[in-house]
């Protein structure tokens, strides 16, 4: 991997941070007053080639997830999914989780994440945090 690489991944891990406080911001009432778990889905690179970026990712996210759990008071759970660097395992890693009625993904690397834009648009929302909205 080459510095430019590490730089890009640094980079969106400080994305996926802020996409969180994002979320929790916005969603900390609602489940606070129901007393819900808060899913959220983050598809990362797990194994391959990429595997340190994508593990630095998931512990960023665990440390961000367990200190907004913690000091609010809220009950958290990340539901991973590997996509090895690959958008089609993204997709596919995408619509397990959307399947399991997991409201909130996260994406990891541009090309993977440019794979989700057509599901994003579809459901009117944003990458790389795109939310599902419920389909009943």
Same mark, same amino acid.
């Given at each position: 991997?080459?510095?430019?690489? !590490?730089?890009?991944?640094? $980079? /969106?891990?400080?994305?996926?941070?802020?996409?969180?406080? /994002? !979320?929790?911001?916005?969603?900390?009432?609602?489940?606070? #007053?129901?007393?819900?778990? %808060?899913? @959220?889905?983050? @598809? %990362? +690179? %797990?194994?391959? =080639?990429?595997?340190?970026?994508?593990?630095?990712?998931?512990?960023?996210? =665990? *440390?961000?997830?367990?200190?907004?759990?913690?000091?609010?008071? !809220?009950?958290? =759970?990340?539901?991973?999914?590997?996509?090895?660097?690959? +958008?089609? %395992?993204?997709?596919? #890693?995408?619509?397990?989780? $959307?399947?399991?009625?997991?409201?909130?993904?996260?994406?990891?690397?541009?090309?993977?994440? /440019? #794979? !989700?834009? &057509? /599901?994003?648009?579809?459901?009117? @929302? &944003?990458? &790389?945090?795109?939310? *599902?909205?419920?389909?009943?």
């Amino acid at each position: 991997m080459n510095k430019k690489y !590490l730089i890009s991944a640094t $980079s /969106l891990v400080v994305i996926i941070i802020g996409g969180i406080w /994002l !979320l929790y911001i916005n969603t900390r009432q609602m489940i606070q #007053a129901n007393n819900q778990v %808060l899913k @959220i889905g983050a @598809i %990362l +690179p %797990l194994t391959g =080639e990429a595997t340190q970026y994508g593990q630095t990712a998931q512990r960023s996210i =665990e *440390i961000a997830i367990v200190k907004i759990a913690r000091d609010q008071k !809220l009950n958290v =759970e990340i539901v991973y999914e590997d996509d090895k660097i690959d +958008p089609k %395992l993204a997709v596919s #890693a995408f619509q397990k989780l $959307s399947s399991q009625g997991i409201k909130y993904i996260i994406g990891f690397g541009s090309g993977e994440t /440019l #794979a !989700l834009c &057509p /599901l994003a648009e579809k459901e009117k @929302i &944003p990458s &790389p945090m795109i939310e *599902i909205k419920n389909k009943t």
